[in-house]
């Protein structure tokens, strides 16, 4: 083969390379949003069962993770870990303790496009998901925590009475699916809820809140003084519902994050 060929077999060969580059680049762009939820304290990740179908449905992908709920920091690099490896931007969503999570999770994570809070915690630098709940009258949860387990090493779990489930964290749902959620809870660990959050994404992130006005578990003042201190793009407050919002009103939570997916996806296409 000549000098020429060879120069000229090159030339189109670094064509194709560059062409192929900024297709795989233009369909990462246009790729469809992942919904990342995070489930809070006394939950696991089952209580996002009547939210994803309604995403899946819209066509999103949907990833709900099991948050250890063992430290505020070490549960958020868990978070932000899973986020490093998916592909496309993500709308993260968090419920309750799940909403501190996210705060800190989406920090240093460019593919994060906006944050859902869920009657969840948007905390500012240095605060603690209990301290922000105890600022506010109102709350009761603390009143139906169960004595806490000891654990080895150090540190103690937390868990709801299951005879006083009900009322402060799922007061609108059925007597069966109480005790269905009262039996199968996850702990957090005391540690974790006193544990200070760092500087927070919803500072640089567009964010949206919901949340029940009749929850009692963080009281509602707390919730709506964080959402305008995050400048939350819309703040629903659902009449009636409890802690639990996304269980008992599934429809709603789940249109508003397709609110938050829709309105990130119009502003990356402009």
């Given at each position: 083969?000549?000098?020429?060929?060879?120069?000229?077999?090159?030339?189109?060969?670094?064509?194709?390379?560059?062409?192929?580059?900024?297709?795989?680049?233009?369909?990462?762009?246009?790729?469809?949003?992942?919904?990342?939820?995070?489930?809070?304290?006394?939950?696991?990740?089952?209580?996002?069962?009547?939210?994803?179908?309604?995403?899946?449905?819209?066509?999103?992908?949907?990833?709900a993770v099991a948050n250890p709920l063992r430290s505020l920091a070490g549960d958020s690099a868990y978070?932000?870990?899973?986020?490093?490896?998916?592909?496309?931007?993500?709308?993260?969503?968090?419920?309750?303790?799940?909403?501190?999570?996210?705060?800190?999770?989406?920090?240093?994570?460019?593919?994060?496009?906006?944050?859902?809070?869920?009657?969840?915690?948007?905390?500012?630098?240095?605060?603690?998901?209990?301290?922000?709940?105890?600022?506010?009258?109102?709350?009761?949860?603390?009143?139906?925590?169960?004595?806490?387990?000891?654990?080895?090493?150090?540190?103690?779990?937390?868990?709801?009475?299951?005879?006083?489930?009900?009322?402060?964290?799922?007061?609108?749902?059925?007597?069966?699916?109480?005790?269905?959620?009262?039996?199968?809870?996850?702990?957090?660990?005391?540690?974790?809820?006193?544990?200070?959050?760092?500087?927070?994404?919803?500072?640089?992130?567009?964010?949206?809140?919901?949340?029940?006005?009749?929850?009692?578990?963080?009281?509602?003042?707390?919730?709506?003084?964080?959402?305008?201190?995050?400048?939350?793009?819309?703040?629903?407050?659902?009449?009636?519902?409890?802690?639990?919002?996304?269980?008992?009103?599934?429809?709603?939570?789940?249109?508003?994050?397709?609110?938050?997916?829709?309105?990130?996806?119009?502003?990356?296409?402009?």
């Open positions: 083969m000549s000098r020429l060929s060879i120069g000229l077999f090159a030339t189109a060969l670094c064509y194709l390379l560059m062409s192929t580059t900024h297709a795989a680049n233009a369909d990462e762009s246009v790729r469809a949003p992942t919904v990342v939820l995070v489930h809070g304290a006394f939950a696991d990740a089952s209580s996002w069962n009547g939210v994803i179908p309604r995403l899946q449905a819209e066509g999103y992908e949907v990833v978070v932000s870990a899973l986020l490093k490896t998916l592909p496309g931007p993500v709308i993260l969503v968090g419920h309750s303790y799940g909403g501190s999570v996210i705060s800190n999770a989406a920090v240093g994570n460019s593919n994060v496009k906006a944050l859902v809070y869920v009657a969840g915690f948007a905390l500012e630098s240095g605060e603690s998901t209990f301290g922000m709940s105890a600022r506010f009258p109102g709350a009761k949860l603390g009143a139906a925590l169960a004595p806490p387990v000891p654990l080895e090493g150090g540190g103690k779990d937390l868990y709801i009475k299951q005879s006083e489930f009900r009322d402060p964290f799922a007061a609108d749902l059925s007597s069966a699916q109480v005790k269905l959620a009262a039996a199968t809870q996850r702990p957090l660990t005391e540690a974790a809820g006193n544990e200070p959050s760092g500087e927070p994404a919803w500072k640089a992130l567009p964010n949206w809140s919901i949340y029940g006005s009749a929850d009692l578990a963080i009281p509602p003042a707390a919730m709506a003084f964080m959402a305008e201190r995050s400048r939350a793009r819309r703040v629903q407050v659902v009449k009636g519902a409890s802690h639990v919002v996304m269980v008992s009103h599934a429809a709603a939570v789940a249109k508003m994050i397709i609110e938050a997916v829709t309105a990130t996806t119009a502003a990356d296409a402009t």
